[in-house]
């Protein structure tokens, strides 16, 4: 029996160590813009082997929406007027669906699973750091007056960067209203994440902390029964808002963020323009995987810059439904750890509506995540890292 429970225990050691490979090489992976397969094709082959000797929870209402889904993109691929089957990245799409699905299926114990979810938060407290140290010293700041982490050829997208640490934000600022362990570290982190975030100059990653933040404080205002906390928080909040305006209102890039009403002039909203005419071009179904970019590159001469344009433009209203129902799956799934997963969710999914990536790990890595996530939740009533419950 013990040498039993000392291999069970190995096999989901295995399994959560690679995980963790997998979330820095996803990030860290030699290319500019988002995760294309190509780049991460290593770092999921080694989580994949180490889930096929894991204990596995079959959710047959998700693989039954995934199928519908990859059944969507074969049709509407196949009747595309805009791509065809070689240009398109259709099995590249159906594998990754396919691989995420299975992967999202691994049974593993709340303490491994919060030990992917905290190195995931040390690994994101990393990346910040980089950021805030390559702005000081100067190293990390691009032609632009960007700041990003320089790989000497080039410098990783902001958007991409700021997205892949933005849930690990939505965490830690939730620990800080409603958990007293750590706090002022929590802050720190949070302080911090604002701060790279400013420099990076990603309007993206701007408006989900305002999200994050709008969500978390509202779930406070209408559960907690704490008046003294809650004006506390307020204070707090408007301190921490004035001194944030007052150090970076004459920066470029704090304008540039904050700098909404120029959007429509700005190149992305004629990439949107042109994506969505795979929409227009047939509302249903789509146009095939990979015709929204095929149009913003032949009309434009860039990607899309939108992943949820993508969906509508390549998988059609009904590719969306099935998107939105399996989101609202894992939503149902959370259990207590519902509202986490709700800003989980907000923090993964809003950065997608500045990032192409529909086709590849860069929409599908927070798919699996979040299933990884709440499928080893679902049978559970405890709270992810104690936190108390208002």
């Not at 050691?13 to 780049?39: H, K």
């Not at 007052?246 to 920066?251: A, D, G, I, K, R």
Request: aromatic residues 18%; glycine residues 6%; contains cysteine.
């Amino acid at each position: 029996m013990r040498i039993r429970s000392i291999t069970k225990i190995n096999k989901q050691f295995i399994f959560t160590a690679s995980f963790c490979l997998f979330l820095v090489l996803y990030i860290f992976n030699g290319y500019e813009f988002g995760a294309p397969f190509g780049q991460t094709i290593l770092p999921i082959s080694i989580v994949l082997v180490a889930s096929l000797f894991t204990k596995h929870e079959h959710d047959y209402k998700y693989y039954f929406l995934i199928m519908i889904l990859a059944i969507l993109a074969l049709i509407s691929t196949a009747n595309s007027n805009v791509i065809n089957f070689s240009q398109s990245r259709i099995w590249t799409f159906l594998l990754i669906c396919s691989i995420c699905a299975w992967i999202g299926g691994v049974r593993i114990s709340k303490e491994y699973l919060e030990e992917i979810m905290s190195f995931y938060i040390i690994l994101s407290f990393v990346i910040v750091l980089l950021i805030v140290v390559g702005y000081i010293l100067g190293f990390g700041v691009d032609s632009s007056g960007r700041v990003s982490i320089n790989y000497g050829d080039f410098f990783k997208d902001q958007n991409y960067l700021s997205a892949f640490f933005l849930p690990s934000f939505a965490i830690v600022f939730y620990r800080i209203i409603y958990s007293y362990k750590g706090r002022i570290k929590n802050i720190l982190f949070c302080v911090l994440s604002i701060f790279a975030v400013f420099t990076m100059g990603s309007r993206g990653s701007f408006l989900t902390i305002l999200l994050i933040v709008a969500s978390v404080v509202g779930k406070m205002f209408l559960k907690d029964r704490n008046m003294v906390r809650k004006i506390a928080f307020i204070f707090l909040l408007v301190i921490t808002v004035l001194v944030l305006y007052y150090l970076f209102q004459s920066l470029t890039m704090f304008q540039r963020m904050t700098g909404f009403e120029s959007y429509g002039s700005d190149v992305r909203m004629r990439l949107w323009a042109a994506g969505i005419n795979g929409f227009i071009n047939n509302p249903l179904i789509g146009s095939g995987i990979g015709a929204a970019s095929q149009y913003s590159w032949s009309l434009v001469g860039n990607a899309v810059h939108n992943s949820f344009i993508e969906l509508l433009a390549d998988q059609g209203l009904l590719g969306a439904i099935v998107i939105v129902w399996i989101l609202l799956h894992f939503l149902n799934r959370g259990n207590k750890n519902g509202f986490i997963v709700f800003i989980l969710m907000i923090s993964f999914f809003v950065p997608l509506f500045f990032l192409t990536g529909y086709s590849n790990f860069t929409f599908w890595m927070p798919i699996m995540f979040i299933n990884l996530i709440t499928n080893n939740l679902k049978n559970s009533q405890t709270i992810l890292f104690d936190m108390r419950s208002s």
